[in-house]
């Protein structure tokens, strides 16, 4: 007996796992281990052997999944994403699974055609052709039937004039 007051008998509920070391978990099947952070955690099992607020990381990204701990996981069983700057429930990392492409913008998460606009169309900066690639009226492409990328059409544009083709020369 090492005197931290667990029963020598590892054959009882409760029993010392840890007979010659002293020891004061008390959390899963490890009673009576080191527990350096007192967590409750025995630190053969605890992940953050020194973070008391902190002792499980279930998807091993090395961010703990106690939400309330330090360095707290908002995906725990995401290991590539961990952060969420704005809250809107996608990642912050661009790398990982389903990335936020506004990660400082909680009403926008995902451009589809990657022109900068969010595809939310109740969001900030909404995009007026989520699934076309363009910058023209919120995200949509120039009009194809304008020589010049100018905002009129030609079928009433002045500046097809001076466009090569367009007409008078």
Do not use: I
């Amino acid at each position: 007996s090492v005197g931290d007051g667990f029963g020598d008998n590892q054959a009882v509920p409760n029993g010392d796992e840890c007979l010659d070391e002293y020891g004061t978990s008390t959390n899963n099947s490890r009673h009576g281990c080191p527990d350096g952070d007192e967590d409750g955690w025995a630190d053969s099992e605890d992940m953050f052997p020194m973070d008391s607020t902190q002792w499980s990381d279930a998807d091993g990204d090395g961010y703990g999944d106690n939400p309330n701990g330090n360095g707290a996981d908002m995906f725990p069983l995401v290991p590539t994403q961990w952060e969420d700057a704005d809250g809107d429930g996608y990642g912050d990392n661009q790398a990982g699974v389903n990335p936020d492409a506004f990660p400082m913008d909680s009403t926008q998460w995902s451009d589809a055609d990657g022109d900068g606009y969010g595809d939310n169309a109740e969001g900030n900066y909404p995009d007026n052709c989520p699934w076309d690639y363009g910058y023209e009226n919120n995200g949509c492409p120039a009009n194809p039937t304008d020589a010049d990328d100018g905002s009129a059409s030609d079928q009433s544009d002045s500046a097809t004039s001076s466009v090569k083709g367009g007409g008078l020369e």
